[in-house]
C-alpha cells in the first residue's frame, strides 16, 4: 500500500492529457487538489465533469461557450475584482480554471461546450470528474457509467473508506447493484472484502483494470486493519490518504 506524503500526482502517475475521476468518497476534492497542485508545478489545468456537477470552490470557472485559450486565467492577476479564492491567493505559476454548461436551476454544471480531447489540445492537463455518487462514499455503477471521454490517458478510481464497515444500503449509492456484485443482502455490512469484490466485478465488466485505486477518508476508519484487507481483496496496489 502506498500512502501519499507528498506529491500527489506523482503518486497517482498522472501523466499530462485527459484524467477522468470515478468512484465515491472524494472525487470533488480530487478534481480540486490535483488542479492547483498541477497548477503550481507549472501546468495549464483545465477541470469539468462529463455528467453534472457543482462548481469547485476556490477555482475560477468559466460558463461560456467561447472557445477557451490555454492559459484563460493566470494566477497574480484576480479573475475577479477583489477576489480572494484560493487560486488568487499568492500562486505564481500555470492557470486554471474549470469550464461547463451551467444548470441555473440545480447550480450544477454539465460537460464542456466543446469536446475534452480538442479542449486537452491546448490544456496540459483536463480533469473531469466522470460519475456520479449522491455524495455517499461507495457506489456501484450503472450501465451507462462512469462516461470516460475519447482520449483519456489516466484514470484514477477513488473509494471512500468511510463507507466500510456501514450497512450496504447506508454506505452505497446503487446498493441493489451492489449486491448483485457480491452476492450479499441490503442490509449487511460494507466489508473491505466486499467492497473489493464488488470493485474487481466493475473493473473486468468495464475493462478498466488499469485503473489507478485509491482509497480516501483512511482516517476515518475505526480499524485501520480495514486498508490492509481491502487491498489484499481487491489483489492490486493502492494509495491510501485523506484528502482535505
Not at 506524503?5 to 468512484?23: D, K, M, Q, W
Not at 467561447?66 to 492577476?77: H, M, Q, T, Y
Not at 466493475?202 to 481491502?230: H, I, K, Y
Request: proline share 7%; net charge neutral.
Amino acid at each position: 500500500m502506498e500512502t501519499v506524503s507528498g506529491n500527489l500526482a506523482s503518486t497517482l502517475r498522472i501523466e499530462p492529457g485527459i484524467t477522468a475521476i470515478i468512484g465515491s468518497g472524494g472525487k470533488s476534492t480530487l478534481l480540486k487538489t490535483l488542479g492547483l497542485e498541477l497548477m503550481r508545478a507549472g501546468g495549464r489545468v483545465l477541470l469539468c465533469t462529463t455528467t453534472r456537477m457543482f462548481p469547485v470552490a476556490g477555482v475560477p470557472w468559466d460558463g461560456s461557450s467561447r472557445r477557451l485559450d490555454a492559459a484563460p486565467w493566470k494566477p497574480g492577476a484576480s479573475h475577479a475584482l477583489g477576489c480572494t479564492c484560493e487560486a488568487c491567493a499568492g500562486l505564481v505559476r500555470g492557470s486554471i480554471c474549470q469550464t461547463g454548461v451551467l444548470d441555473p436551476q440545480t447550480g450544477k454544471f454539465s460537460s464542456p461546450a466543446e469536446p475534452l480531447d480538442q479542449l486537452a489540445q491546448r490544456f496540459d492537463y483536463v480533469l473531469a470528474e466522470a460519475d456520479g455518487s449522491k455524495r455517499l462514499p461507495l457506489k456501484a455503477h450503472a450501465t451507462w457509467e462512469p462516461v470516460i471521454p475519447s482520449g483519456t490517458v489516466n484514470i484514477v478510481w477513488i473509494v471512500g473508506a468511510s463507507g466500510l464497515g456501514k450497512p450496504i444500503n447506508e454506505a452505497v449509492h446503487r446498493p441493489e447493484l451492489f449486491c448483485e456484485r457480491c452476492g450479499c443482502e441490503l442490509t449487511d455490512i460494507a466489508t473491505p472484502e466486499r467492497v473489493a469484490q464488488a470493485l474487481n466485478a466493475e473493473m473486468q465488466a468495464l475493462g478498466l483494470c488499469t485503473a489507478r485505486v485509491m482509497l480516501n477518508q483512511v482516517d476515518t476508519l475505526s480499524d485501520p486493519t480495514m486498508a490492509d484487507r481491502f487491498e489484499a481483496a481487491l489483489d492490486r496496489p493502492i494509495v491510501a490518504t485523506s484528502l482535505k
